[in-house]
């Protein structure tokens, strides 16, 4: 996941929104390496990913990264009735996650046109697909696309394990996640 929202965050803020896209609250990366405890050079960086390139790619990615801080608090309510710490991504926007994804809803609606819709429309399912970690390796779900390089120095997993495991042993404990 981290290494998809890093170059995803990265053209966010290349794109120069509004203000009322609130870019630097979208901004959430760095709180899966404050969960996993690691920081950003003992992660591999995905070199492959889905196309960013236009507005519309970037709305439907947009789309699910935004939507998935809904899913994320369901996660988080379920490690905090486990007691288990690492739950600072998944907990979206805490209160305003709600809020901030009405608004997003709103800009999105207004950005969509019958010119952009079909590519917008068609992004989603590759930034899901690129997003989504479930039962990859550590080098695959920092890069879900493969190529991923791991940076040197960092350590050696075995099959990716390490990090799966790290990653998802909260969850499975709590019920969440069966990886």
Known sequence: ????????????RQQNLGPEWET????????????????????????DM????TWPQLLGAMYV?????????VIARQLAKSNI???SYFSGYAERTGPLWK???QLLTQEATPENEAEIVQQRPRAAAAARPAGRSARTMACPHGGG?????????????????????????AGVARV
Do not use: K, W
């Open 1 to 12: 996941m981290y290494g998809f929202l890093t170059p995803y965050e990265a053209r966010l």
């Open 24 to 47: 630097d609250t979208r901004q959430r990366a760095h709180l899966i390496l404050d969960d996993l405890q690691l920081t950003a050079s003992q992660v591999a960086t995905c070199p």
């Open 65 to 73: 990264v935004e939507g998935s801080t809904l899913g994320g608090q």
């Open 50 to 53: 889905p196309p960013l390139g």
């Open 103 to 105: 608004v997003f809803c």
């Open 149 to 173: 390089q791991a940076p040197r120095g960092a350590p050696r997993l075995r099959g990716g394990q390490a990090v799966v495991q790290a990653h998802y042993a909260p969850l499975r404990r």
């Open 85 to 87: 710490p690492m739950r």
